[in-house]
Structure formats: C-alpha cells, structure tokens
C-alpha cells in the first residue's frame, strides 16, 4: 500500500488495529520518505535500525491484542529530548557528539505506549528562534512555498524541523517544545495542529532546559484528534519532574464531541495590534463567527497586561537560560575547546561556550546574566516576574467571569522567507511570538489550528487558549473550530 | 539605561563566553536594543504585586533524604571529553 505516511495517528490506529496494514509497513513508508527529503532538513539525526526494532515489537503486541492508541506509530523526536545512546544535542555544536544514557520521560511514555522513533528532528539552538534559522545543522525548511516563487520559507521554531516533517508528512507526528510559542507559531507556519499543555502535565524530566518555569512539551499533529491521542500519551505524572502534576490524565480523545453549544469564547482586544495584517484580521473574524455558528457565545473581552509580556518574557526567559547553560563548561559532556600551553579552568570554560554556543544563545545567556546581576536584579528580574503576576490574574479575571476559552491569530503573519530577518535586529524576530507568549507566562494550555490560506497560497493558524488543566475541553473547541475551518490544504512537493 | 563596551565585557566575564575585543561595540548595541525593548515594564504599576514564584499554585513534593541510585561511574563519565581514572579530567586549577 502507498502513501501509508500521510495517515493520521488515528486513521493508522485503526488499520494498525483491523490488521489492514503493520506496523513495519507505516515505519517503511515514512523512512522512504525521510530519505528523500534531504531538502527540507528536517530529520537531523535518522534512527532506522531502532525504528524497525520498535515496529516489529508494536507489531507483536498489536497481535496480542489490546494494544495502545499510540501502538506501532512513527514519530519524529525534536532534538531537544534525550534519547538514549541517540544524539540528542539540542541543535547545539556544544552538545556535539553527547549521547544521552537516559530517555526522557516524555519519550519513554510514548516509547511505552509502543509509538516508534524514525529520528531526530531539526530546532532553533536550545529551543531560542522562531525561524529555525539558529540550529548547528542549518536552517530547516517550509514545505510550503509562496504561490509562482519558490523562496525557500521558515517552518518557524524552535520545534521547525518537527513542523516540517509532519507537514511534509516524513512521520505521522511529532514531540515539540514549547517556551514562548516554539510549537504554536512553527504548526502555524506549516498548517498543522500543535497544543502546548497546562505547565506542569508533561514531564521536563530528560529534555533539555532553556526556562524552566516556561517549557513544556506538546505533540504536533495533523489533526486536533490526533492532538488528543498523543498528548494523553505524553504527559502523566513523573516524580523525577517536581513541577509535574500529580492529576489524573483524562482520556482525551473522548473529549472530542464537538459540541460547543454554550461555550463563552472570549475575544480580546489588546490582541488587535496596530499594523496587523488585513488577512490575520479576517481570518481572526472568520473564526469567530465559525465558533459562533457552532453555538458558542462570543464575549469581548480585555486582557490589559498583553503588550507587558514579550517584555517579560525577554527577561525571565534568558535569566533562567543563564542559568541553566551553565553547565555547558566542556567538562561533563559535549564540547570543549582546544586550549593553549598555559590555559586554566576559566580559558577552557570561556573558549568552550564562545566556540559551542551561535550567536543567538550567547546574546541571551548574556542578558539573563545581565539582569540577575548584583544591582539590576529588582529593576529587571523581580519587575518581570511581578509583571508575570499581573499577566495570569488577566486570565484569572477573565476565566472567573465564565470564559472558557479564548481565540486570537496564532501569528501576526504567514512564514516569511528564510534570511529575511538577517538584518533586523533581534527584536523583530521576538515579535513573532506576540500572540503566544502570554499563554507561557500564565502556564496555560494552548492549541493552533490551521484555519486559512493567504493569499499567497501559505497557511494561517488560529490559536485557542483553555483554563488551567482543561486540555479535554480546550481540545473539543479546537476540534468544532478544526470541522468549521475545513483546512485540508497539502503543500504541493517540491523536494 | 545604556549598555558600553566595558560593560558588554563584564557581561561575557560573568557568563563565562569569551568576545573578542572588536566584538564588543556591536555587542553593547544589541544588548541596547533588546534592555530598550524591555524598558516598557517600566511602565507598569507593580507596588504591592509578589513576584511569581510558581506559576501553578502548588507546593514543592519532598522526598526522603535517601540514595536513590549510584553506581554508574561509566555512565556517568561516558559523554566526558577528557576522563581519566574514573575522573572528569580539567587542567590545572590550584598551583
């Protein structure tokens, strides 16, 4: 059977399950297609040997009988996760060669569940990008192009190789990151689904930090149900995590009624920016009303802290990077510099980290330092994170007047070329994550879903952000909006 | 608040990241252009707001004060760009 790797985990699931087709089969057809795909640089590190070992054993226990959802499933894994004895290197020269001696639990979860590895999946360095234009292993790329033009676009970042892969379908669905938008803005950019959860439902245990208080892992999926079935088997809780949650994981998927009738989605104001696009508006004003007719009841709504948080995010973000890149010092592991006859510790650690971090890295870890040092640490640290304060109880406000979630664009553009940014400053390429970041800083759950085509052929997401845990609920909103959208839009293949 | 090239020096001190000299100058601008972008929280009124500490209301688990695991040296080591005799291996710290 062909094109068996453009099935959904869902439709996989079943035919997996009716013995239609094996485990083996699905796993083949997507390394076929990963070998041809060298263009989009989305695979960087291919397991094929682990990959077939896993089919084969899915392919026994799903003979057994009574096997998971997530059973003989072939997965990309961003490069951020610690595979064991895979290269896990977070995008990083520093991390060169590392090979962890441990599973992250988020993998060991899905591994668990009998999903398969194919590989390791492109990002931005350590997760900081919104262009996969930062990573060791070069730029990924778009699968889609503009219409008549064949400029190379950005799969946004960090997670753009995993928004890659399963837009160009190289595996049924992939692990994400999310610390500021790095899985909702790059599913945007490729028109996939992508859901960040609550902070806290999936373990960080075994992926590599960049702001603790902010990342959380999420699947990145081509459709919201296939969102629900992987996400359920990610997350759970881990005591080696001590801010994972310990709450019982619902079954998702059943969640997904797509009755919404009653719902109070609230649209708020502050996320109308000055300057956005015609297009974002329209199609911000096209999902409300789907939302709308689906029975829900629109409010308008005020969340007055949103222009504070990128700014916030600017500083607590890299000031939790300094200090988890710390260990980067080329003793433990990766990287270390060549040094000269008469080098000390503090040579070996400055040549290390200039060597083993791009430049974007070293810009952050930089100004993390900056603000927590002696004398800047309350004008800078503290004011953000009381800032931070005030950004959740926004959304505290809001949930306790009824909403039970809320829609705004998931970006303020479509995928814009790759290089395009190279001479702004670093600024603009933070505005990418406007729509997103709040929902990091509140902990909240979110989710993108590819809702329209502009008009330059390219996808556009919109993004719905849920009450703190209520992932099954938020999932069905997604879900009613995913029926009304209809977005079944392929890019066309060009590599 | 503007950011010099000493400072912009001190900073990569600090962070351990070694700039050469005729870096700084682009360094301390763009360290400019981002503290610029941050100033704006200046403009929120915080008196009487806590910092956030935990972004989901709950209490840190403790656990007892036992070993847990150990005995993987090799493992330990096996990522290590110099380890010699069961040691990570750095130059010269005391004279």
Not at chain 1, 195 to 211: E, H, L, M, N, Q
Not at chain 1, 338 to 364: C, N, S, W
Not at chain 2, 18 to 43: C, S, Y
Request: with cysteine; net charge negative.
């Amino acid at each position: 059977m062909s094109d068996l790797n453009t099935l959904t985990i869902a439709e996989a699931r079943d035919k997996l399950r009716a013995k239609e087709i094996t485990s083996l089969e699905l796993t083949e057809a997507c390394l076929t297609q990963i070998e041809a795909s060298d263009a989009l640089n989305a695979f960087v590190h291919n397991t094929p040997d682990l990959a077939r070992d896993q089919a084969k054993a899915a392919d026994t226990r799903l003979g057994e009988g009574d096997a998971p959802s997530m059973c003989g499933i072939p997965l990309g894994i961003k490069d951020l996760f610690c595979t064991k004895g895979v290269p896990s290197q977070a995008a990083s020269a520093i991390l060169a060669g590392f090979k962890p001696e441990y599973e992250s639990t988020v993998s060991q979860n899905l591994f668990d569940a009998g999903s398969v590895m194919l590989g390791k999946l492109n990002m931005d360095e350590f997760a900081m990008g919104s262009s996969n234009e930062t990573s060791t292993y070069g730029d990924a790329v778009n699968p889609w192009r503009r219409d008549n033009d064949d400029a190379a676009l950005t799969p946004g970042g960090s997670s753009g190789g995993s928004a890659s892969a399963v837009a160009a379908d190289l595996c049924l669905a992939a692990t994400g990151t999310d610390t500021g938008g790095s899985i909702r803005q790059p599913a945007a950019f490729v028109g996939i689904t992508g859901i960040k959860p609550t902070y806290g439902r999936c373990s960080r245990w075994g992926v590599v930090a960049f702001a603790s208080s902010l990342d959380q892992a999420g699947p990145m999926t081509k459709s919201v149900r296939d969102a629900a079935i992987m996400l359920e088997a990610m997350c759970g809780h881990d005591p080696k995590d001590s801010t994972s949650a310990d709450l019982a994981v619902p079954n998702f998927e059943a969640m997904l009624t797509g009755d919404i009738k009653g719902k109070v989605i609230g649209i708020p104001k502050e996320y109308r920016m000055d300057g956005m696009p015609e297009e974002i508006e329209k199609l911000w004003a096209n999902g409300t009303a789907m939302l709308k007719d689906a029975g829900a009841q629109i409010r308008d709504i005020s969340l007055p802290h949103t222009k504070y948080a990128l700014p916030a995010y600017y500083v607590i973000a890299p000031a939790e990077a300094s200090s988890n890149l710390a260990r980067y010092d080329g003793v433990r592991y990766g990287h270390r510099a060549k040094l000269e006859h008469g080098d000390g510790i503090t040579e070996m650690y400055e040549k290390t980290r200039a060597e083993g971090f791009g430049p974007e890295v070293q810009r952050r870890v930089m100004i993390g330092t900056y603000v927590l040092s002696a004398g800047f640490y309350d004008a800078y640290y503290n004011r953000a994170r009381k800032v931070r304060t005030l950004i959740k109880q926004d959304f505290e406000t809001v949930f306790a007047q009824g909403v039970d979630a809320i829609l705004t664009p998931a970006t303020p553009s479509a995928a814009f070329g790759l290089g395009d940014m190279s001479d702004a400053d670093p600024v603009q390429m933070y505005l990418n994550d406007v729509f997103t970041v709040t929902v990091n800083l509140a902990g909240l759950p979110g989710i993108t879903v590819p809702a329209g085509i502009d008009k330059q052929g390219l996808p556009l997401g919109l993004q719905l952000i849920g009450q703190p845990w209520e992932e099954g609920d938020l999932l069905n909103t997604a879900y009613a909006l995913e029926a009304a959208a209809g977005f079944v839009a392929k890019p066309a293949k060009w590599w | 608040m503007s950011i010099d090239k000493d400072t912009a020096a001190r900073v990569a001190k600090l962070a351990r990241i070694r700039i050469e000299d005729e870096a700084l100058p682009a360094l301390a601008e763009e360290f400019n252009t981002i503290l610029g972008f941050i100033e704006q929280l200046n403009e929120v009124d915080v008196d009487g707001v806590e910092p956030m500490t935990s972004v989901t209301p709950m209490r840190l688990p403790r656990r007892k004060d036992v070993v847990t695991d150990g005995n993987q040296q090799a493992r330990v080591l096996s990522n290590a760009p110099d380890a010699r005799e069961g040691f990570f291996a750095v130059p010269k710290v005391v004279e």
